[in-house]
């Protein structure tokens, strides 16, 4: 099985790219004209840093009108009750406004897309999106309009549908030029960002034991770094539930 990992389809601004860092577990903060870092191992690739260097003005400007000094000091962070509509947070406001100005574009569509190879079981496929989408509920999380501005709501639980696309029919040697194709256009998916879902899983079909899978989401919803969380526990819960065995992933603590 083959794991492209997410890609965005525009460039980050300074402050997305610091929500990035800190979607990583880096910490960040500012020392006067300094940018000082606390980092998981292996983790700040030499793009990373280079790009920290570069954007470093813009860093300490936004750092410093935070009126708060990142330091590398743990919080304990704790569960909030799931009563009522919640708050966007600063990031999630920006992308929200830009969607008013131009509603359903898919410029901050988030894709990633995983081979498999060998008979599918397409129920426990399902399930497992099912039960992803139950594990993570910014997956079923919708933004309402709200006094000029927007809030958060969380929807009920519901079994997931995955779409097929079957090009089984195309001949053979051109399946992956169709494939290809495929999912550039369904990459192109316009989001709601009121009625969601904003997470789309697409399955394509290029024989009885070959199949591309097609997963979308929006940026407001999630990042990167959270994506490949889902796709990692995804494969987990799918070999899971097409083995028989018993589920061992605890539930998130956030």
Not at 35 to 60: C, D, F, H, Y
Not at 66 to 79: K, S
Not at 220 to 244: F, H, K, P
């Amino acid at each position: 099985m083959n794991l492209l990992f997410p890609m965005m389809n525009q460039a980050m601004t300074t402050n997305e790219f610091l929500e990035h860092l800190r979607g990583l577990g880096i910490q960040i903060w500012a020392e006067g004209a300094r940018v000082r870092l606390s980092t998981p191992k292996g983790i700040l690739t030499p793009a990373l840093r280079k790009e920290i260097t570069q954007r470093k003005a813009e860093i300490l400007t936004l750092l410093h009108n935070d009126g708060v000094q990142r330091t590398p000091e743990r919080t304990q962070l704790a569960r909030m009750l799931r009563q009522g509509d919640f708050p966007l947070s600063f990031a999630q406001q920006r992308l929200w406004f830009l969607d008013q100005l131009e509603p359903g574009s898919s410029a901050y569509t988030l894709t990633t897309w995983q081979r498999f190879s060998g008979l599918l079981d397409l129920p426990a496929l399902t399930n497992a999106f099912t039960e992803i989408v139950r594990r993570h509920e910014s997956l079923r999380t919708t933004f309402v309009s709200n006094n000029g501005g927007a809030v958060q709501r969380i929807a009920d639980l519901a079994p997931v549908t995955l779409p097929l696309i079957d090009l089984e029919a195309i001949p053979r040697a051109d399946r992956a030029e169709a494939a290809r194709r495929t999912i550039q256009e369904q990459a192109r998916w316009e989001f709601d960002l009121t009625c969601g879902p904003l997470f789309r899983p697409v399955l394509i079909r290029l024989g009885p034991d070959e199949h591309e899978l097609l997963m979308l989401v929006h940026h407001i919803v999630a990042d990167g770094w959270s994506l490949r969380i889902i796709v990692q526990e995804l494969m987990t819960l799918y070999e899971a539930g097409r083995t028989g065995q018993p589920l061992l992933l605890p539930e998130p603590p956030l």
